[in-house]
């Protein structure tokens, strides 16, 4: 065993629960979005992560040999998963788009797995394997989603001149937040350029401490991240397309009217919002 289950662990994970949020308060860390200070989120996903990891634990030991059960457990990860990135992104009524990506990213990747028979239907090699891949698909499409709607406010104009020079608007925002969004590639990279020489994964330490060989455990930590790599890049593209398409977009539902798809005044609502400026001079 790696680590003892004991009263000291608990005390040093509350210590560094603690020496995360106070590091943040001071920091003051905050969304930029809305300005939401992370301490609290901090503390939030601390002490749900510990009664998260408390019920898993014993649902896991009741559905591990039950294959309804099993898929049942699966699609409430992925469902999690979906409103966690939709939530991230959007907060509004096109979140759920996030789970185009997430399962265009996973499914590829897990049915040969499944259809060989190389990751057997139980749950002690379903739930592991399906939990990282949803967990980094559901990475790449928060930070792809955010860069490159982010991209897209901050340089709506240039958006709007690509598409006076003819370009469909598709295409327009395309090119402008393909760059920023290829950037939730870059943890996934790095993790697996360093692979054993900076780090080594959970999936290795986790294999040697079950008792297999360097090799084996070698081999399963290549898999997991060259796995992990195709199913980030197609979420990735996926989500950028959703984006540039106008599907998945931050936009305020209540002032649909007035907006574009960024989220950014659209240009019926600057003209509209001139039209008052010129009126209230007017009078």
Same mark, same amino acid.
């Given at each position: 065993?790696?680590?003892?289950?004991?009263?000291?662990?608990?005390?040093?994970?509350?210590?560094?629960?603690?020496?995360?949020?106070?590091?943040?308060?001071?920091?003051?860390?905050?969304?930029?979005?809305?300005?939401?200070?992370?301490?609290?989120?901090?503390?939030?996903?601390?002490?749900?992560?510990?009664?998260?990891?408390?019920?898993?634990?014993?649902?896991?030991?009741?559905?591990?040999?039950?294959?309804?059960?099993?898929?049942?457990?699966?699609?409430?990860?992925?469902?999690?998963?979906?409103?966690?990135?939709?939530?991230?992104?959007?907060?509004?009524?096109?979140?759920?788009?996030?789970?185009?990506?997430?399962?265009?990213?996973?499914? +590829?990747? /897990?049915?040969?797995?499944?259809?060989? !028979? @190389?990751?057997? $239907?139980? %749950?002690?090699?379903?739930?592991?394997?399906? *939990?990282?891949?949803?967990?980094?698909?559901?990475?790449?499409?928060?930070?792809?989603?955010?860069?490159?709607?982010?991209?897209?406010?901050?340089?709506?104009?240039?958006?709007?001149?690509?598409?006076?020079?003819?370009?469909?608007?598709?295409?327009?925002?395309?090119?402008?937040?393909?760059?920023?969004?290829?950037?939730?590639?870059? +943890?996934? /990279?790095?993790?697996?350029?360093?692979? !054993? @020489?900076?780090? $080594?994964? %959970?999936?290795?330490?986790?294999?040697?401490? *079950?008792?297999?060989?360097?090799?084996?455990?070698?081999?399963?930590?290549?898999?997991?991240?060259?796995?992990?790599?195709?199913?980030?890049?197609?979420?990735?593209?996926?989500?950028?397309?959703?984006?540039?398409?106008?599907?998945?977009?931050?936009?305020?539902?209540?002032?649909?009217?007035?907006?574009?798809?960024?989220?950014?005044?659209?240009?019926?609502?600057?003209?509209?919002?001139?039209?008052?400026?010129?009126?209230? %001079?007017?009078?």
């Amino acid at each position: 065993m790696l680590l003892p289950v004991n009263a000291t662990l608990g005390i040093i994970m509350a210590a560094l629960l603690a020496m995360a949020t106070g590091t943040a308060a001071l920091a003051r860390f905050a969304d930029a979005r809305d300005r939401r200070r992370y301490w609290k989120d901090i503390v939030t996903a601390g002490v749900r992560a510990a009664a998260q990891l408390a019920v898993v634990s014993l649902v896991v030991g009741a559905v591990m040999h039950q294959v309804p059960l099993l898929l049942a457990f699966v699609l409430v990860m992925f469902t999690v998963a979906t409103f966690t990135a939709g939530r991230r992104i959007a907060r509004n009524g096109t979140g759920w788009w996030s789970a185009l990506p997430i399962a265009a990213g996973v499914l +590829p990747t /897990l049915a040969p797995l499944l259809l060989t !028979g @190389l990751l057997p $239907l139980k %749950g002690i090699a379903l739930i592991p394997v399906t *939990g990282i891949l949803i967990g980094g698909a559901l990475t790449a499409t928060v930070i792809a989603g955010r860069r490159a709607l982010e991209e897209l406010e901050a340089r709506r104009g240039e958006v709007e001149a690509a598409m006076a020079l003819g370009f469909l608007e598709r295409d327009a925002r395309l090119e402008i937040a393909r760059p920023a969004a290829s950037d939730a590639l870059i +943890p996934g /990279l790095d993790q697996t350029r360093t692979v !054993g @020489l900076v780090t $080594l994964p %959970g999936a290795y330490v986790g294999m040697l401490l *079950g008792g297999s060989s360097p090799v084996q455990a070698g081999a399963v930590q290549l898999f997991v991240l060259i796995a992990l790599m195709a199913v980030q890049t197609i979420a990735v593209a996926v989500t950028l397309e959703l984006v540039a398409r106008g599907l998945l977009h931050a936009r305020v539902p209540d002032r649909k009217a007035s907006r574009g798809h960024d989220g950014g005044p659209g240009p019926s609502g600057r003209i509209l919002g001139a039209r008052k400026r010129i009126k209230s %001079g007017a009078a």
